[in-house]
């Protein structure tokens, strides 16, 4: 055996460095994660089995469902060349990576059996489904939903791979779609004959051998490594993460999503890959609406189930402030009814897990996925959902998604709005609560750093009306002292970019608020465009006096403004611009015509009157005192929700 596991690791490390797939360094992590999780499972017990296995075995036993592959696992992301050239490794009998799976745990019955699992696959989706595409004839389903032929073509005389094109169709030399010659029982004969009567000066005898070694890429065999289902689940998920640290980016929801898929309460009852599909749908249709008819169209069956009814609602949906994608589903879920925030934690209670003895169990696994479909119920209601978005989200005066870039922040804040609604809380008071909630997680970075543990504790402390209210009073006291606005918030104000939740808290806060745009009387801020921003001290300005780049692009000499407004100003000093807007000349688009509409809108702002009079050596002074100012802004914004 350990000679077996250095000869696949030798092999794995080669295929990656020589560059024969697009992600060489996926496979050298995957060699080390093979080294580690292999050596250690041979040392101690087998953790893992190598199999040669012949690809249409592969190919018969995902159709069988003995392999699960969720039909909307991952949209297929391949492009056709890497399908053709595939087909032509396999040709050539070049090495085409393994497939790793993972034999779902074994569960106890009531009656003291145990239950076997089907096999989920951990790597190689993409592999598979090309194979079932180019050899089965397949239709595909991409990024959008759509279900799509690859078809390949092959020349026998050049043995040359093509995507099939009009040429290879129309072209006599041509088998314009190889899955027709993998059906078990092809007539190879009569084709042969055929061939060679098409086309002049080849024999048979050629094109037979040739034939026959195109239609032998089905008995190709492909390496097999099956992880035991004795493995530790958090090991599994560790082994599942490392091996997709490259390539395609795949996270702990994705290795979740196909765990959730193989679940059955019933034999054949697909129970799992219908939640699987719900979420999926769910988060798909969030983004694009307009695909609605086409997921009916591709998938009749799923259309008419009680989960499909439940998200119908999003055909219409053409607010984009909130969509979540599978993984903030999962993670709000865990929390709401598993009060958990690993998603770790959360596959092992969908496997069953017992975590005092260790032990995967049916009742546990059967009990996880009710709540799991009680918590994607909860998640996906119109009213709850178009509530936290409009009373919490837009509430607290977000408009643009591009103003919540702080994700698990507002995870976090869903996952308690729904949370409230369990607990029979006053909804105008959880409105509030969870408003000023979210702003506290903005303002301390809790969202940040080890949040699933404090989400796991702050979601536990909440069981009855009431609880919530003396959790933010507390956090109040000790995150937000009169310390906290004068010092450290300032401080945090003296960022060299906006792209931070400060920026986009003070954005919402102008909004909330219903400040005026910069220099001006009649444009809210709200009405601005998200990226009508620019600097208040011109960054040219400040160039020609000797300010770079981490100097003239802080937090505090950003501001909204009207693009007119802005290119009018162009690279005057701010003393120069803002006494043209107050003299009879005034061209710079500006309606303000006096010093105290001026210093109103500087109010409007958190803008100091020092910048009346401002030069360039006046700079450094002025981002201190906006800072100052910005945080009294918050301050009075956060007592607002």
Avoid at 440 to 448: A, F, P, V
Avoid at 618 to 630: A, I, N, S, V, W
Wanted: hydrophobic fraction near 40%.
């Amino acid at each position: 055996m350990k000679y077996l596991v250095r000869d696949v690791i030798y092999e794995v490390c080669i295929f990656g460095f020589v560059g024969r797939h697009s992600k060489g360094d996926y496979y050298y992590i995957l060699a080390w994660a093979l080294f580690l999780g292999c050596y250690n499972g041979y040392m101690e017990d087998t953790k893992f089995s190598l199999n040669q296995t012949p690809i249409s075995t592969i190919l018969a036993w995902v159709e069988s469902g003995a392999i699960a592959i969720p039909e909307i696992q991952r949209p297929f992301v391949w492009m056709s060349w890497q399908v053709r050239d595939l087909m032509d490794s396999l040709y050539q009998g070049y090495p085409v990576g393994y497939i790793i799976t993972w034999q779902n745990p074994d569960v106890k019955l009531k009656d003291g059996s145990t239950s076997q699992g089907k096999r989920i696959l951990i790597d190689g989706q993409q592999r598979i489904t090309a194979l079932r595409a180019a050899i089965s004839g397949l239709d595909v389903i991409d990024k959008k939903y759509k279900k799509k032929r690859i078809a390949i073509s092959f020349n026998p005389l050049t043995e040359e791979f093509r995507t099939r094109t009009v040429s290879t169709i129309r072209g006599k030399e041509w088998i314009s779609d190889i899955a027709e010659v993998m059906v078990n029982g092809y007539d190879t004969l009569t084709f042969v004959d055929e061939y060679v009567a098409r086309n002049p000066g080849t024999t048979r005898q050629e094109i037979n051998s040739r034939l026959n070694r195109l239609i032998q890429i089905k008995n190709k065999q492909i390496g097999e490594i099956q992880l035991s289902p004795s493995l530790d689940i958090n090991i599994v998920n560790e082994i599942f993460v490392r091996i997709n640290a490259s390539g395609v980016n795949l996270s702990n929801a994705d290795f979740a999503m196909s765990k959730i898929a193989v679940y059955e309460k019933d034999p054949g009852d697909e129970m799992g890959m219908k939640l699987r599909k719900f979420i999926d749908y769910f988060a798909h249709l969030s983004v694009a609406p307009e695909q609605f008819d086409i997921i009916k169209e591709n998938d009749t069956e799923f259309a008419k189930t009680d989960y499909f009814t439940k998200i119908s609602w999003l055909k219409n949906e053409t607010d984009d402030l909130y969509d979540p994608s599978y993984n903030d589903i999962i993670r709000v879920v865990g929390l709401t009814q598993f009060a958990r925030g690993k998603l770790g934690d959360i596959v092992a209670l969908l496997s069953g897990r017992n975590f005092e003895t260790r032990q995967d169990e049916k009742e546990i696994a059967d009990e996880s996925f009710r709540k799991l479909e009680k918590g994607l119920y909860q998640f996906t209601n119109e009213n709850k959902f178009k509530h936290f978005v409009q009373n919490i989200l837009r509430g607290s005066g977000y408009d643009e998604p591009s103003m919540l870039i702080a994700r698990n922040a507002v995870n976090y804040a869903y996952a308690m709005y729904l949370r409230l609604f369990d607990i029979g809380e006053n909804h105008a008071e959880a409105n509030s609560l969870v408003r000023r909630l979210l702003a506290i997680s903005l303002l301390t970075g809790r969202h940040s750093g080890s949040f699933e543990t404090k989400f796991e504790q702050d979601i536990k402390r909440i069981q009855n009306p009431g609880d919530l209210a003396k959790f933010v009073a507390t956090l109040e006291k000790q995150e937000l002292a009169d310390i906290f606005w004068d010092s450290t918030l300032v401080d945090e104000l003296d960022k060299p970019t906006i792209n931070n939740p400060f920026w986009h808290m003070f954005v919402a806060a102008q909004n909330k608020l219903l400040k005026q745009g910069f220099l001006s009387k009649n444009n809210i801020a709200r009405d601005l465009a998200t990226d009508d921003v620019h600097h208040i001290f011109p960054k040219n300005y400040l160039v020609k006096h000797g300010y770079d780049k981490t100097k003239y692009n802080r937090i505090a000499n950003f501001v909204h403004l009207r693009n007119d407004i802005n290119i009018s100003v162009g690279d005057l000093a701010p003393r120069d611009y803002l006494n043209d807007i107050l003299s009879s000349k005034n061209d710079h688009h500006s309606d303000i015509t006096g010093e105290d509409e001026l210093k109103s809108n500087f109010s409007d702002n958190a803008i100091p009157i020092l910048l009346m009079k401002a030069v360039a050596v006046d700079y450094e002074e002025f981002l201190k005192q906006r800072q100052r100012l910005m945080a009294k802004m918050l301050k009075e914004y956060y007592r607002s929700l």
